[in-house]
């Protein structure tokens, strides 16, 4: 098989676990955060850089790559761990996220989803059966089953509609995927509906994939919301099985998602707030382009030993984010990737320790927003 | 003394000269290509990649610097060594070239020159005395002169003038100037007159600063006049000191200023047009975002160890540019920096072994171009 899932260990009071992911790059222990590297790069990093902080899987997006430079000429550089030069796991998602996400410029029927590119306006295709040719031209080793992400709010019926025929592409995604050396992972619909939640568990597990996806969460919803959903849904999925939470990537919905039990997450927000100038801490946000660190000569956490922290200040950072220069937010950038990657690490040791409430207790007393 | 010059190495049969310029912050093979950092930063490069590929001295600017985010916060982050965590040399011009720049938003007097910042459009003033406090407090290895670079064309009287004024000017910034631990440089300038640049060359060698600058070159006169002016004015200054030709970094100036017997160079050339997706190499420059790169899986450069030759293609490369990503204009300037490195490298050797003309002779032969 070529991914598979190792469960290690199971915190005794709520659904928190630790595993261990095996990839044909690598085995990367879990729970995971995955960066994502949308157009074949995590923005502004070099794939050293997410090494040395000790990354393990990125993601990476099948609607940009089709698009641009195209999926067949991602194969001949070998892939995109070969184009890319980065040999530690890599997770496409399917692209129906992105496509559902043009609005007025695309249609769905049952076939597939018909849309404008947004960098040419040219028409484009895709249905379950491209969807997977592409991903299996990039070579992922994880990728994911085209869906529709339910909006938030759907009304009942159109949750239902929609979140059956992800099903039935599910269905069609696996019949299409002919590549032994990469997982294809189901993905759970449903919207704000236990009901279907419970009905896209079951159907999608009756087609039994090497893993299972949450999607459709962290759309707009209340907080609250997402977390009674993970509270419903995640305790019916296999056990032996990878779970990932897709587009989830704040410190709060990271520790509320692994004490549900879930092993996988990625999110762009770290990534993007480090270019908007805002720094990640154990405390909340630290927002270095403002006033009151002009003259602060201390490193953006004092609690990190990251690249940033150890040889730059607040003051340096600040200048270079206020002149524009790349350096700040490539800065900003590996200090908010080690942040989260480390966080992680703890969270695993916490459940490794068993102690896993007790972090979660200390987390929430600190934690001041981000 | 603060930076002292030593000539190791003069050609038979041309002016090139190989030395060491001994600093506060280490000591500097020459002939020497210093990489610029405007804003306390070379564009997209942290402080590491720079000394990977082996750079030594790097420039900084005066003008930048004092409106933002102003002398006296780097003093207090301990300078601009400890500000940009950098401990090799910095060289920082005095901003008389960039006030000057600015056209109607300056006015020049014999006291100095009055001008409005290119940021918030305050009011400002740069005077020899100014301008040399302010690189006292920045605290670079080696500061020059405050100046006004002639432009081309100029008339002679105004030329003369000008010349003339920057010499009373650099007598002042001497007589203001009070750190034991950095060297400041003298400006010769004199446009494109002959006699006017032997005025100058023998005002200054008189006021014996511990190394000279020729400034008023590159500014947009036809090369072989460059060339011609520099045969004539470099041979008159002192051979035991450092000469350094201002805003030159093409192969094909470096290799004609070097026969002339300079001794530093530095231009923003190299990662400007890095970031507008050219590589250097030897045989000139590839325009990597060009449609023929699209599936050319070669590196930039087939004759480069650089980290980005090692590790990328062209059409990786291509498709990062193309897709306005950082980490496409981060390859090509750790390229382009890497290339002109190696490149003064190459020439020093060839000094050393006395075979410059030869270089010479093939490098024209295979130069197509920049």
């Known amino acids: ?25 690598g ?12 157009q074949a790069t995590v923005k502004a990093m070099t794939p050293d850089e997410l090494k040395a902080m000790g990354a393990g899987i990125i993601l990476s997006n099948t609607y940009h790559l089709f698009l641009r430079p195209g999926h067949e000429l991602v194969a001949e550089a070998g892939g995109l761990h070969g184009f890319m030069h980065w040999d530690r796991g890599i997770l496409t998602d399917s692209g129906g996220f992105q496509v559902f996400s043009l609005g007025s410029l695309r249609k769905i029927s049952e076939e597939g989803v018909a849309f404008r590119s947004h960098i040419d306006g040219s028409k484009q295709f895709l249905s379950p059966e491209k969807a997977t040719e592409v991903q299996m031209a990039l070579g992922a080793d994880i990728i994911m089953a085209f869906d529709e992400c339910v909006p938030y709010p759907a009304e009942y019926d159109y949750a239902r509609q929609s979140t059956e025929r992800t099903t039935r592409w599910a269905e069609r995604c696996k019949r299409a995927h002919a590549r032994k050396d990469q ?5 759970i619909q449903g919207g704000m509906y236990k009901e279907l939640r419970t009905a896209s568990v079951r159907d999608l597990v009756s087609l039994d994939f090497p893993g299972y996806a949450i999607g459709g969460l962290s759309v707009g919803e209340p907080k609250p919301l997402m977390y009674e959903m993970l509270e419903h849904t ?5 056990a032996r099985k990878p779970r990932y939470l897709m587009g989830v990537g704040t410190p709060d919905c ?24 805002t720094a990640m801490t154990a405390s909340g946000r630290l927002v270095v382009k403002n006033a ?55 969270m695993r040791q916490a459940i490794m320790e068993d102690r896993f409430p007790a972090f979660r207790q200390e987390f929430w007393d600190k934690y001041q927003g981000h």
């Not at 098989?1 to 790059?25: D, N, W």
């Open 254 to 277: 990271l520790v509320e998602g692994v004490m549900y039990g879930i092993d996988m997450f990625d999110c762009v927000f770290p990534t993007r707030v480090a270019r908007n100038g």
């Open 292 to 346: 009151e660190f002009a003259r602060d000569f201390r490193p953006l956490d004092m609690d990190c030993d990251c690249y940033t922290c150890r040889n730059f200040s607040r003051a340096y950072i600040r200048h270079l984010l206020k002149s524009e220069e790349i350096l700040g937010l490539r800065l900003t950038t590996i200090h908010n990737l080690h942040f989260l990657l480390r966080f992680m690490g703890k």
């Open 234 to 238: 995640v305790p019916q999925l296999p």
């Open 183 to 187: 997982a294809l992972f189901g993905i």
């Open 27 to 38: 085995v990367f222990e879990t729970p995971i955060f995955m960066p994502v590297g949308t």
């Open 1 to 25: 098989m070529a991914v598979s899932f190792e469960l290690i260990k199971q915190c005794s009071k709520t659904g928190a676990r630790a595993g261990k992911l095996y990839t044909p790059h």
